[in-house]
């Protein structure tokens, strides 16, 4: 199967191309902190992402991109017990909106995350999974409607599953969950969406079509940030890439500042020659390992990719 639809879908939500407000300022986070086990792994981050932009976040295992998004859509409260605290340390704005304070109602008509792990033992089907992203657009108690089907239908065509509708959830193999989860996220009609490593599972046709459909959308003015490892796409898709490391935020820009051999190196321990893409202008990474003594981590090998 692959996703055979790779310009933006027409999604309601978002506005018509050319009419995304320049001007708006997007995600803002202010001193985001979490602790967990005892441990600072989100260390006071301010990130920016302007309105309309695709945005990387990259950095090594255990870095902290998954909590900085749970984070940032409010899944985990910066207390990490899922409450809201009286005064959490940091906050988040969209567009000018304080989303760490609002109700998870609110909150969930702007922002969506597509996880990687999303529940996987759910006994419901792939179209009631994606019924799952109209709840914030119903009222309470109210049953899915003929419409909300219509469009969750919609948002399984335009992640190139719709073959899997019928399918019980849990069947799914990791590739096909990805789109599914995908897809429950665009039904929630966000303007700013978040993506934990959403190639992750996706054969390489799939992750490209995956991205020049989150690309597209933010062409149509939606924001989006995704956890990405292939710094690869990161430099092929994002207009903006954030480099986290230990909880830190340690570089934040355009691919072609960000990610150069030095940051790389610095970060991940890893040799690196930035080229530059023949056909698009963008950095194209080739990588080796770092000889046994210099780089931080202790076990490598011999090669490169
Ligand atoms: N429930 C938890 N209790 C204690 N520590 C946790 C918990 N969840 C995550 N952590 C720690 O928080 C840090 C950040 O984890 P996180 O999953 O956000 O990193 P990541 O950058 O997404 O990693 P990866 O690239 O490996 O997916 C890690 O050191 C992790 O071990």
């Not at 939500?13 to 407000?21: E, K, T």
């Not at 945005?55 to 998004?69: D, E, F, H, I, W």
Request: charged content about 20%; glycine content about 10%; overall charge neutral.
């Amino acid at each position: 199967m692959t996703i055979t639809r790779t310009t933006a879908p027409d999604l309601p939500g978002l506005a018509s191309p050319g009419l995304a407000d320049a001007a708006a300022p997007g995600l803002q986070t202010e001193r985001l902190q979490l602790t967990r086990a005892g441990r600072l792994v989100i260390d006071g981050v301010d990130c920016t992402l302007p309105s309309g932009r695709l945005g990387a976040l990259v950095g090594p295992n255990g870095a902290g991109k998954s909590t900085l998004l749970h984070l940032i859509a409010g899944v985990l409260s910066p207390d990490g017990t899922g409450r809201q605290v009286p005064t959490p340390p940091g906050t988040v704005h969209f567009d000018g909106e304080r989303l760490d304070t609002a109700s998870r109602r609110s909150r969930a008509r702007v922002v969506a995350l597509a996880e990687q792990h999303a529940d996987s033992q759910l006994e419901i089907s792939v179209t009631d999974a994606v019924l799952l992203g109209r709840t914030p657009h119903r009222s309470l108690f109210a049953a899915p409607g003929g419409d909300d089907r219509a469009f969750a239908l919609r948002c399984l065509a335009d992640v190139g599953a719709l073959d899997l509708a019928g399918r019980l959830y849990r069947t799914l193999s990791g590739g096909e969950r990805q789109r599914v989860n995908l897809a429950r996220a665009l039904a929630q009609e966000p303007r700013l969406l978040l993506l934990d490593e959403p190639t992750n599972h996706l054969d390489i046709r799939a992750q490209l079509d995956t991205l020049t459909l989150v690309s597209g959308l933010t062409e149509r003015g939606l924001t989006a940030l995704a956890a990405l490892h292939d710094l690869n796409l990161a430099a092929a898709f994002a207009d903006h890439v954030i480099v986290l490391a230990a909880g830190r935020v340690v570089a934040a820009g355009p691919p072609a500042t960000v990610l150069t051999a030095e940051l790389i190196c610095t970060v991940y321990g890893v040799d690196a020659t930035v080229l530059q893409h023949p056909r698009t202008g963008r950095p194209l990474l080739a990588f080796a390992t770092l000889p046994a003594e210099s780089g931080p981590r202790s076990t490598r090998t011999e090669g490169a990719l």
